[in-house]
């Protein structure tokens, strides 16, 4: 992979981000309601109005304010969100840093399992365990998260058998096992409605590659078994996986609204909710662009890890 | 006579499908011996590579080995556990496959994969294996073997790979390589150089091949032995000598003369066989080919033939399973009609069709980094200032190397793909940026696959209405029936068919319909994109008779795109060789195939593989790999690869075509010093 490759697809996301801020930054403003309005409340005086629009800046030519927020947001200066009264910034990490730990440990354990499962269910096509395989992957792409995240809670937090908290959240530093325990049965959720996508694609991919020319070919070199499958075929079945991996862990960023909701869990899609509701615009902003960036960065790894498998890709 | 190397005895193979079990193989009884080249020839379908698979103990999951032995060094394969195999494989026998470009993994370098099997095997370190690679490498004259070894798959040309997969097969000293239709991907003058390497390395070690093919050339260049299998059975079996001069199974015979070669009568239509192969899930109970056998009797439809020992002049054992063997048969064609249209009849100099003037196609791929820094266009230079005309009535043939731009030729022409530079006229009038659908319906196109280019969810009846109705040539719809069913007649398909999907039909009647749909709209020029390429032997003379006997029927001008310079030498009346974007000679076909040649034709022409020349003839080799379109040499466009004197005008100063009598060439060598030149063929072989 050449350095060439890595600033290419680095000067993309760069483009890709500047693109979305815009978006972000010109949807929030033409959204209904007046900030002004919004933090002195209907009974405001119109000059009180206008002198907080001026001090906000508020009548500024769009692109001025936007000049304003960006150059803020470069320098980390997220300002202030209005229905706490509190620097956005701290909040914002410490939501992420939420969110990420729930991410990981889900998309960790989602490549463990769902990988070997599709790779086994492709060589034992039609099998017995093959149907078992797709049939229960099927069941927990096709339950809702709030459900089957109701149904764990039923399961393990219920009064039958009480092994997991139901809710909430203890940080890492303080108790490891605590914390640990809060978030088995979110974890638990993500990967049952994740594994299915995975499973799938790489069973599809596999099937596909194993009747490929050149795995007949290395078979016909008298090549093991192993060799075949696990050098000549997976490399090849996994690269369009990275991609879909790369997609959930954008999904599990940002749009775990329902899981953080079920298990009353601080990360930054309940944020989002909360940003949402409370018309909280830089609040708003600042947690949708941290999401896209986050969505745009994995996806440049992504983009990464594949011209690491692929030698085709070589950008000149 | 040799020792027996691989024993095929009384094999019957089947493979389970949805509707029924289909009957590959059917009894096969052969033998390749020690050093020996056995060639196993049949149409597509015929079961002849599932016995090579077999034979490595290689079978599809739903296929079985019902009955029989295979032997290799008298032991029998059938019955080895899959370690035993994987010795088998690594060790003893090597394969080489039809499509180098999908043989190789994408992933791996071609050293990596060229060591991971001995270093399996032999249990040798890396280095050790490095060295042998690269002397294997280079026993074959692989240059620069040591960066081969580094590249990928996709960095190397197809020619090149074909090479390594011998080497790769060559390393662990097989004494059997079994060959599945190597060259068939491969341009003729890659071939040529590839059955060169294969000649080198059969004089220099013992090493026995089992060569599947269909292609007759090839056959009576390398093959000591030859067995034609037909259904899944074997027919016939000889010494190669015997099976080209004396075949004795109608099949045989009927294969021999059904090759549209350079030798055939021009005068006469090719032979083509008819009908097609059985279907193998109900085979009839007595000879498979009886239905399509024009010396059949009532005996040949209730019982299976008995093999018959046939005496050979050469002594090697001459099989043959039919009742009826030896029997001649006639294969006389009727006569060519010549087109007397306003072609080639009184009025000879009327005008042209279409004439294409200076016609340009360049692809740019600059990249938005490019086009930021203001960098000169990138262009890969595909069409580059060609031009001909064809007259009504006329084929012109356009050959050349696989990426030499003739079908984008083509494409500029119909407008598939904008022409950058040029003219294009047609009737006289300039349509290089026009787009009406009176010219849709007055130039059409045929491609070269018809399972891509028939939509395989419509019914015939589809997809022949489809241009009826788009032209409004079909008033309603008893019409459009009915002029559906002229179709059909037309190309000689029953009328029961109207209704089927393309899948249920045979590779020869789905380029039949892909004619038919061209000419539903009575077009004057049609544009043929290598139409014969993927079908069988045996099925090519009859779409060349068709596409014949259409033109004369309907005045209609071809271009005749192909790398098959025999099927082209049939239909045309003249041709263009086009090598890498630029035409360097056009002529009648009797010109081009006589000297004075182009130097790049000459080339061409010698690496024609002859059935019916017994000695190899010398064939040029040309030197290196086509340069890259983006990147073409300056001057001359072919002086790279030159194998005649040069001098300084050819690196810079770009030929023109210079036009005698209607034939142009185009080189800085003089007319005469290429006058000079000896033919390729013998004289007795054009007239």
């Not at chain 2, 599945?180 to 491969?186: F, G, K």
Request: glycine residues 6%; charged residues 20%.
């Amino acid at each position: 992979m050449s350095p060439v490759y890595i600033l290419k697809r680095f000067c993309f996301m760069l483009v890709t981000l500047f693109c979305i801020s815009i978006i972000i930054f010109a949807i929030t403003m033409v959204l209904p309601g007046n900030l002004a309005q919004v933090i002195l409340g209907e009974f405001a005086t119109d000059d009180a109005l206008r002198a907080l629009e001026d001090q906000m800046g508020l009548n500024l030519p769009f692109y001025e304010q936007y000049g304003k927020w960006i150059w803020g947001v470069l320098h980390g200066d997220f300002g202030h969100a209005l229905s706490m009264d509190q620097p956005i910034l701290p909040l914002l990490l410490f939501r992420l840093k939420n969110s990420a730990i729930l991410a990981a440990f889900s998309i960790v354990l989602v490549t463990i399992i769902a990988i070997p499962l599709g790779v086994f269910a492709a060589l034992h096509r039609n099998s017995a365990v093959d149907r078992i395989i797709q049939v229960s992957s099927y069941v927990g792409i096709s339950i809702p998260e709030f459900a089957t995240g109701s149904l764990l809670i039923i399961a393990f937090a219920g009064p039958v058998l009480n092994l997991f908290p139901s809710a909430g959240y203890v940080p890492f530093s303080e108790n490891f096992s605590e914390a640990l325990s809060h978030i088995v049965l979110p974890v638990m959720t993500l990967v049952i409605v994740l594994i299915a996508h995975i499973m799938r694609q790489t069973r599809s991919e596999m099937i596909h590659v194993m009747q490929s020319d050149y795995v007949r070919s290395a078979r016909l070199r008298g090549l093991s078994n192993r060799m075949v499958v696990f050098k000549h075929a997976l490399r090849n079945a996994l690269m369009p996986t990275i991609t879909v991996l790369a997609l959930d862990v954008g999904y599990l960023i940002g749009s775990v609204v329902v899981i953080e909701e079920v298990f009353a869990y601080p990360g930054i899609g309940r944020l989002i909710v909360y940003a949402v509701t409370s018309r909280d615009v830089p609040l708003l902003q600042a947690t949708v662009l941290t999401v896209a960036c986050v969505y745009c960065l994995v996806n440049f790894l992504a983009d990464l890890a594949y011209g690491l498998v692929n030698p085709r890709i070589r950008y000149q | 006579m040799a020792e027996p190397l691989l024993q095929i005895d009384d094999v019957s193979i089947s493979f389970k499908t949805v509707s029924g079990k289909v009957q590959a193989v059917r009894h096969v009884s052969l033998e390749v011996r020690r050093g020996e080249c056995y060639a196993l020839i049949g149409e597509s379908g015929s079961g002849k590579s599932t016995l090579a698979f077999a034979a490595m103990g290689y079978l599809p999951e739903n296929g079985s080995i019902e009955s029989g032995r295979i032997l290799f060094k008298g032991e029998d394969i059938t019955r080895y556990s899959h370690a035993q195999l994987e010795k088998l494989r690594g060790k003893h026998v090597g394969m080489v496959f039809q499509n180098p470009d999908t043989a190789a993994n994408p992933c791996y370098t071609i050293g990596e994969q060229l060591m991971e099997g001995i270093i399996y095997h032999e249990k040798i370190s890396r280095v050790e294996a490095e060295k042998r690679a690269l002397a294997m490498l280079e026993a074959i004259n692989i240059p620069d073997p040591k960066s081969i070894m580094q590249r990928y798959p996709h960095q190397i040309s197809g020619g090149q790979k074909q090479r390594i997969t011998i080497a790769q097969a060559l390393l662990s000293h097989p004494d059997l390589i079994i060959m599945d239709e190597p060259t068939t991907a491969l341009d003729v003058t890659t071939e040529i150089q590839f059955l060169r390497l294969l000649e080198e390395v059969r004089s220099r070690t013992n090493v026995a091949i089992l060569y599947i093919t269909h292609d007759m050339g090839i056959v009576a260049r390398l093959a000591d032995r030859v067995g034609v299998i037909y259904a899944g059975a074997l027919v016939e079996e000889g010494s190669r000598e015997t099976m080209f001069r004396h075949p004795a199974h109608p099949y045989t015979q009927g294969l021999m003369h059904s090759i549209s070669s350079i030798e055939a009568d021009r005068k006469h239509k090719g032979y083509s066989m008819p009908g097609l192969l059985p279907n193998l899930i109900s085979l009839p109970p007595g000879c498979a080919f009886a239905p399509r056998c024009s010396v059949a009797e009532d005996c040949c439809s209730s019982a299976l033939p008995a093999v018959q020992l046939i005496p050979s002049e050469d002594g090697v054992e001459h099989r043959v399973f039919c009742h009826r063997a030896g029997t001649p048969l006639s294969f006389a064609t009727d006569a060519v009609e010549e087109c007397v249209g306003r072609y080639g009849g009184e009025n000879q100099c009327s005008e042209p069709l279409l004439e294409v003037r200076n016609l340009k196609k360049y692809y740019e791929h600059s990249t938005f980094m490019d086009r930021m820094l203001r960098h000169k266009p990138r262009c890969v230079y595909a069409v580059d200032d060609v031009s001909f005309s064809i007259m009504p009535g006329e084929t012109l043939g356009v050959v050349g190397e696989s990426g030499c731009g003739k079908s984008t030729l083509g494409k500029a022409i119909l407008r598939l793909a904008e022409a950058t530079d040029g003219t294009v006229l047609y009737r006289g009038e300039d349509i290089t940026h026009k787009h009406s659908q009176s010219l849709c319906k007055s130039i059409q196109i045929i491609f070269q696959s018809p399972d891509s280019s028939l939509n395989p969810r419509h019914s015939l009846y589809t997809i022949l209405s489809r241009p009826l109705l788009l032209h409004g040539i079909a008033t309603d719809r008893a019409d459009l029936e009915k002029r559906c069913y002229r179709l059909l007649d037309m190309v000689s398909l029953p009328r029961t068919y109207l209704h089927r999907k393309p899948h249920q039909l045979s590779g020869g009647e789905k380029q039949r319909v892909a004619i038919a749909r061209a000419f539903a709209v009575h077009p004057s020029f049609v544009v043929c994109d290598e139409v014969t390429s993927a079908l069988d032997v045996s099925v090519q003379a009859s779409i060349i008779n068709l596409l014949r006997d259409l033109q004369r029927e309907f005045q209609t001008s071809y271009l005749f795109i192909s790398h098959d310079l025999s099927a082209v030498r049939e239909i045309s009346q003249r041709i263009a060789v086009m090598y890498l974007g630029r035409l360097v000679e056009v002529g009648s076909t009797d010109q081009v195939f006589r000297p004075p040649y182009h130097p790049y034709t000459k080339a061409l022409l010698s690496s024609i593989s002859l059935p019916c020349i017994p000695q190899p003839h010398k064939s040029i080799l040309l030197e290196g790999q086509i340069p890259s379109p983006a990147n073409p040499p300056s001057g001359c466009r072919f002086r790279t690869r030159c194998y005649r004197k040069q001098c300084e005008a050819c690196s810079t100063v770009t030929p023109d075509m210079v036009f005698r009598d209607g034939h142009g060439l185009a080189c800085h060598l003089d007319w005469s010093e290429l006058e000079a030149d000896t033919p390729v063929f013998p004289e007795s072989f054009l007239s």
